[in-house]
């Protein structure tokens, strides 16, 4: 009977031990963690994969102490609704702030949907003016993205031979990508003069 009577203690008991664990408080990420999860497209998922338990610290961090990474994550989680209610103004609202701050995938992304009409307006032009800037500071996606406008007509031909260069130089292990930078650099060339296509063959600390 003792024993019987025990069991519901040590049922409780252990429960309580379990939810101590899963309510332990989640760290904050570093700004070189954040940054990285961004480039690989994960940032959101981390914050759905911590139970939503850094939602404060974020908007915080964004809010008042105004660090561009965190500027990007909240923009994007209210953008998309993810762990908040869902608010896309205020969500580009807090990208363009981490844009302004400099933050190269804050740059890249409102070129993006700025050129695919994604929760903004489309505008290829405007698109081609934030991804310049992302490509100069060496964002890969930009890079490709800004050169694929060239392409189509967009921009100003005094940027090819930026966009040449860049992509020339461009390393990558992702075959699709690598592909893809061939073919812009192959439609490159036939817009630009063979002297620029030349000069933009320069090494890239040159």
């Not at 915080?60 to 994550?73: D, E, I, N, S």
């Not at 050129?115 to 992302?134: I, P, S, T, Y």
């Not at 630009?192 to 030349?198: E, G, N, Q, T, W």
């Amino acid at each position: 009977m003792k024993a019987l009577a025990a069991l519901p203690l040590m049922l409780t008991l252990c429960l309580s031990v379990q939810a101590e664990e899963e309510l332990k408080a989640v760290q904050l990420y570093s700004q070189d963690e954040l940054i990285g999860l961004i480039r690989d497209n994960a940032h959101l998922d981390r914050v759905v994969l911590d139970k939503c338990q850094l939602v404060q610290d974020i908007e915080a961090r964004a809010q008042t102490l105004m660090v561009p990474a965190y500027q990007f994550l909240w923009g994007d989680m209210l953008a998309w609704g993810v762990c908040v209610k869902a608010d896309p103004e205020r969500g580009v609202h807090y990208m363009r702030q981490a844009a302004q701050q400099g933050l190269p995938e804050a740059l890249e992304q409102l070129g993006r949907y700025y050129a695919l009409g994604k929760l903004v307006q489309q505008d290829k032009q405007k698109a081609v003016v934030f991804l310049r800037e992302a490509a100069g500071l060496g964002n890969l996606k930009a890079q490709i993205r800004l050169a694929e406008l060239f392409i189509e007509g967009y921009g100003s031909p005094y940027d090819y031979e930026d966009a040449y260069h860049w992509l020339y130089n461009a390393i990558t292990d992702d075959k699709p990508t690598h592909q893809k930078i061939a073919r812009c650099l192959q439609e490159l060339e036939k817009l630009m003069h063979p002297k620029a296509v030349r000069a933009a063959k320069r090494a890239l600390d040159s």
